[in-house]
């Protein structure tokens, strides 16, 4: 395509590669990356410590789905990106507001279908084994609940990069999105398709480092 266009705004692979090194080399994309890497994984992070437990709590207590499934389902349903205006406007423009943009209810209704399937025979074995609660947990919830957790976290993934770039590219200074829209706007191209491979690359690794979690975490699934 590059060789057909014959144009700047597509550079020929060979080009890319070669600015993406350089850019390596000299330490220009690392503090982006580490940027992107930081915003991503504190609002990963935030959303499995918020999420996993209220989709735990929904799918084992009829009474807490009853009152958190609403909530769960219409805010679900809303494009993530138009809680953007609100965010900045009520927690200001540091790097808070974008990590907190999270992938939460995606998370939390994944987590509580997991809880919700685990079979009642399982759960009637542990009552007559005068289980207490934190063994019900231990051995029973959070082993069937953690192929879905991981499932929630591979599927989010993909969103939490789009919004991750969204939120770097208006009124921030470091990032991969950052650095994506400001070689654009100069019309360096070479440099801004570096960026992107960076980000496609961080998204694979990811993926990558969730297969080999799933698998070692999860061997009862092979």
Known sequence: A???????????????????????TTGVLWPHIASSLYRMACGLALALVTAVPTGIAAGRSRRWDALLSPFLYIFYSIPKVVFLP?????????????????????????????AKAIPEEQVM??????????????????????????????TSLGIALALLFITETFAAFSGLGYFIM?????????????????LAA????????????????????K
């Open 182 to 198: 400001n070689r654009m706007e100069v019309r360096n191209y070479e440099e801004m398709y570096a960026a992107i491979l960076t």
């Open 86 to 114: 609100v965010i900045i406007v009520v927690l200001g423009l540091g790097d808070f507001p974008k990590i907190f943009i999270t992938v939460f209810f995606q998370i939390a209704i994944m987590v509580r279908d997991a």
């Open 125 to 154: 074995t542990m009552r007559s084994l005068c289980g207490t609660k934190w063994q019900n947990f231990r051995h029973l919830i959070w082993p069937a609940c953690l192929p879905g957790i991981l499932t929630a976290l591979r």
């Open 2 to 24: 590059s060789m057909v266009l014959n144009k700047p705004l597509l550079p020929a692979p060979y080009r890319v590669c070669q600015t993406w090194y350089a850019l390596m």
């Open 202 to 221: 961080i998204g694979i690794i990811a993926y990558i480092a969730l297969d080999i979690a799933e698998r070692k975490l999860c061997p009862w699934k």
